[in-house]
């Protein structure tokens, strides 16, 4: 970035190569990895399961 809200937050001149993202196709991705553990798939219920202990003590995810 070298420019945020229309002012420029970065020396002149200088050259940024900022991707916004990159989209890996579903049936490459074989695992997630969570600060709380390695999801599997399928990740419906995996993540689920993952996310549950969250919402339930209501930290982290609404």
Do not use: C, N
């Not at 916004?20 to 219920?45: H, K, N, Y």
């Amino acid at each position: 970035m070298t420019h945020f809200g229309g002012r420029r937050i970065a020396a002149r001149g200088v050259k940024v190569y900022a991707p916004a993202f990159d989209v890996t196709p579903a049936s490459l991705v074989s695992a997630i990895i969570t600060e709380r553990g390695i999801v599997r798939p399928p990740f419906t219920q995996s993540l689920a399961g993952v996310l549950r202990p969250l919402s339930a003590t209501g930290g982290g995810l609404p």
